[in-house]
């Protein structure tokens, strides 16, 4: 039996400072006055655990026990403050702005987490495996009476292999386990608030009496009581193998129901107080896993080896609780019976109209419900649900989100006497994303960036261009903010170099005279190549609409490792 102590205390901070200038851009036009916002920041963690450990072993029977307990700490005081109209963009410190202007903000967010848990191991011979755990947890971000979760989990192996009425196989298979498991995980990372459960009060509130603004407080947001885990019960089987003495993989299914999500329900106007978080609805995950590798040496010069993993995922919203078929706004949706945040929108046909003729007959049969007239050159959209009019209602839940379906990959490796190559390649399918008009460009005034993609607009004498007619921002059926549509859904697939690594070690006959162990040169890329399917030049890997995301680098290195 052993007991382990160990702790662990963080301070950390940060100082964030950031200065606007004035910039007179033409005698028309000028941007906002500068400004001056300074921001600190500081966290502290504290952190105990504590590892009860027994291993005991009697004929072929083989037990492992484990009991822990964790408890951590989090404390943030961040501090702000803000000035604007400087004298000039020289003179840089905060006494120098209007302190009229002048603002400040300042709190302490505190959080606390308790766990228990332990895990015991069973093996009889290596051959029958099981294994159970339980943890349980308790959170400040929960009010007391929904603060601890208990979590089991429990799952069994049999080494097929090691039967007896194997040994006809040992030539070709060397190694086969089933697997199978069922377990239970909260979750609390929807919460961004530190105190969701408890309804707090704004002290910055100004209000008009007598004439004069008062100071008070109100109430900004509303919390309830109750939230509390969300809780995903997962069950799955799967196997593992060997093949022919070099040939590994694992085989996985697994089945992901998670119930009580956190989630933003909405409220009517007449509530005031937005919407509020709950735990409510349903959501079911399911796929497979594979992975395989092979490794070889195939002789005194050559040795190789090579892996591959695919993984598909298939979520669905199974309910949302009183009845509620979706939530969100916009062009997204969450709604029962599709996929987590789906693009909810209009399906366009891919071709534009080549006449006004063409719009005008399209607009007398079917309508136009964007407040801009059809002109040629423009988007044809789909009567999805065949009511003979184009509304609201025939906006579709596409196929796919901006969360791939699909992930793989595949490494290569080999080593030819002393030369070596490795790589590592990682891709995703069954993705979509919308990028808005910050990363295709718009005609709107002196704020113009158009891409070179419209440089293939429709026009009079192109018809199968890549892009509708040129527009002014806001002023066709085409634009995104007038209708989105599936158009303007680009599939972000790629594949991507994401390693490369080429060395040469010197022989060792060389390196005797200078009394060194092992010489390696070598020469190291990352992210050097990306094919996908988009016509503009962007990261496929980009989150954001307008393409901000902190951008991917490429890099390349030489270096030389040397072991004495």
């Known amino acids: 039996m052993k007991l382990t102590l160990q702790g662990a205390y963080v301070d950390a901070s940060q100082r964030y400072s950031y200065f606007q200038k004035f910039i007179q851009y033409n005698p028309n036009k000028a941007s906002d006055p500068n400004k001056l916002e300074i921001a600190h920041y500081d966290w502290h963690r504290t952190t105990f655990d504590a590892f009860l450990n027994y291993d005991k072993s009697f004929a072929k029977h083989n037990i492992k026990a484990m009991l822990g307990w964790h408890t951590e700490r989090f404390k943030y ?5 803000y000035r604007k109209s400087f004298p000039n963009n020289d003179l840089t410190d905060m006494n120098a702005g209007d302190a009229s202007t002048q603002q400040n903000a300042g709190n302490t967010r505190e959080l606390a987490m308790v766990s228990y848990f332990g895990r015991l191991n069973y093996d009889y011979a290596g051959r029958y495996l099981f294994e ?11 009010a007391e009476g929904h603060r601890w979760g208990f979590f089991p989990s429990f799952s069994a192996a049999w080494r097929v292999s090691e039967e007896p009425f194997m040994e006809g196989t040992k030539s070709w298979l060397n190694n086969l386990k089933l697997r199978a498991s069922w377990g239970q995980l909260g979750n609390q990372d929807a919460l961004s608030d530190y105190y969701p459960w408890m309804n707090t009060y704004n002290l910055n509130a100004k209000y008009p009496f007598g004439g004069q603004l008062t100071p008070g407080y109100y109430q900004g947001s509303y919390h309830l009581e109750t939230i509390s885990w969300e809780r995903s019960t997962t069950w799955g089987i799967g196997m593992d193998f060997t093949l022919f003495g070099g040939l590994t993989g694992s085989l996985d299914y697994y089945n992901r129901k998670t119930t009580g999500i956190i989630m933003d329900v909405s409220a009517p106007a007449e509530f005031a107080l937005g919407a509020y978080k709950d735990n409510i609805g349903a959501l079911r995950n399911q796929g497979v896993e594979l992975s395989l590798a ?5 002789n005194k010069d050559w040795t190789i080896n090579v892996g591959a993993n695919f993984a598909y995922n298939k979520n669905k919203i199974l309910n949302l609780g009183d009845g509620t078929e979706y939530i969100g706004s916009g062009n997204r949706r969450t ?9 909810f929108m209009y399906k366009a046909t891919g071709k534009f109209f080549n006449s006004q003729q063409e719009a005008d007959d399209y607009t007398a049969k079917y309508g136009n419900p964007f407040g801009r007239k059809f002109m040629a050159g423009d988007l044809i959209y789909e009567d999805t649900n065949g009511d003979g009019k184009l509304d609201s209602n025939d906006r579709i839940y596409t196929k796919h989100t901006d969360i791939p379906a699909i992930t793989y990959g595949f490494n290569l490796g080999a080593t030819w006497k002393n030369i070596d190559l490795s790589m590592i390649w990682q891709g995703v399918g069954a993705v979509s994303h919308i990028y808005n008009r910050e990363v295709l460009g718009e005609f709107s005034g002196d704020a113009s960036h158009p891409s070179t993609l ?55 006959s060389a390196l005797k005279a200078i009394g060194l162990e092992k010489v390696r040169i070598y020469y190291a890329g990352e992210n050097l190549l990306t094919f996908d399917a988009l016509p503009f030049n962007i990261d496929p890997e980009v989150t954001s609409e307008r393409g901000s995301s902190y951008p991917l680098l490429r890099s390349h290195s030489i270096g030389i490792n040397i072991t004495f």
């Open 132 to 142: 159970a755990n339980f943890r349980s947890d308790a959170s400040s971000r929960f």
């Open 335 to 343: 709604a029962v019976g599709q996929q987590y945040n789906s693009f």
């Open 294 to 298: 092979y490794a070889k040496q195939l």
């Open 77 to 81: 005081l961040p501090d702000w403050m």
């Open 454 to 508: 419209w440089k293939d607009s429709w026009t009079d004498d192109n018809h199968n261009a890549k892009l509708p007619r040129v527009f002014e921002t806001g002023n066709s059926p085409s634009d995104m903010t007038r209708a989105m549509s599936t158009f303007w859904l680009w599939n972000t697939a790629y594949l991507r170099l994401k390693t490369l690594q080429l060395g040469y070690t010197l022989p060792k």
